[in-house]
């Protein structure tokens, strides 16, 4: 009997693991379309779903885990289990599927080394479709007639995805990676802005002045200025209701922009009684509580970290904020900053995009580093 080949047989193991990570990459990509449209194709989205957890499940029964990636996933199992208690079965399988789906992306590609080949044609047909929008509106009309929010494209067209503010989170990570990997020449700032959406915009820029020298040795004491930031907002929270009563403010026969309700949320203590949500919920309103009025506002939840505490809870989501940004140093700042208005680090595209992207820049600049020590090939002394 021939003897097998190892070499083909790890060249083999090593296409299934790059197929199947191509595979759950696409997945991603048309969960996130699928999102957007209307209700006949997004009952797609729900087999996608399933598939795209069957086939992490699949990938992260192939790795070792450490001692954080351990307590990561029984956390999850276990606000998991206990919030079938504490909610309906339909809002128990849902916040399952979603928190599983984040945290199953997390662990996977924290291992594993993957550049998938369809994120920069993504980009490039987003970034077209946008340019296209802006020439010839009539152009883009049967996508804009398929999504649910066509009112929301005809303002702003979403591209790739639909949706505006998505659209622009997915292209402002690729843009940054593309930053550190050639000089964009402000490129990159042009384009976001050109998407439309004001807080990817200003989180981009946020990433950005990170990056200046004396910003990015602050940020290595990134612990002191987070704590310094929570006391900050405590102390301001505890007399919100003050400030509120003197500045008079009453939104509630206007219409409000989204950064106004962000602000008024942020400043709102009704609001903060979320993030004591042990367990994955639903849309927990705190509206009839709150200290501004939302007569032109639901009062439902603009608030990244507000949703991350609803959507997973307060234990499950902070533990899995902070392994996000373990693993995104790169991303850091754009993390933080667009948690103040979308939970957008729960989508699994995002969540592969950032950390196999935060990767591939320390290598870089790993190497780039090592080259700066090398001496010279010829010297003084060898001449």
Known sequence: MAATNPTTTKERSHSRNAFLNECIVA??????????????????????????????????????????????????????????????????LVNAKQNGIAVLSLLYFSKVQFRSKLIFPAFML???????????????????????????????????????????????????????????????????????????FVSYLANLIGRIPVVSYLLKFWFIVVAGVALGIYAFVLNASDWIDYLGLDFGNLHLESGAVIFMQLIDPAYYK????????????????????????????EVGYLYLATQGGIVLGTLYLGMLLKYARYYRVFILVSLLHQGFV?????IYMIVSYSREIQILRNSDAARARQPYPFSVTGL
Request: charged letters at 10%; aromatic letters at 16%; glycine letters at 6%.
């Open 126 to 200: 987003s970034l077209s479709l946008l340019v296209l929008n802006f020439i010839a509106p009539q152009a883009v009309a049967p996508l804009i007639a398929i999504t649910y929010l066509d009112w929301f494209n005809l303002s702003r067209f979403g591209g790739l995805f639909l949706h505006a503010h998505f659209n622009a989170y997915f292209m402002a990570v690729a843009l940054i990676y593309y930053g550190y990997m050639r000089r964009l020449y402000g490129l990159g700032t042009y384009i976001i802005y050109f998407t439309g959406s004001k807080f990817v």
């Open 274 to 301: 979320i993030l004591l949500n042990p367990f994955p919920s639903s849309d927990i309103d705190v509206s009839a509580e709150a200290k501004a009025l939302y007569l032109a506002h639901e009062g439902h939840i």
């Open 346 to 350: 729960m989508s699994a595209l995002i």
């Open 27 to 92: 997945l991603a990509i048309l969960q996130m379309f699928l999102s957007s449209t209307i209700p006949s194709l997004r009952v797609f989205q729900i087999p996608v779903e399933l598939i795209l957890l069957t086939l992490l499940v699949r990938g992260c029964a192939t790795i070792k885990y450490d001692r954080w990636q351990v307590l990561l996933l029984f956390v999850f199992v276990a606000v998991t289990g206990m919030s079938f208690a504490t909610t309906n079965i339909s809002t128990f």
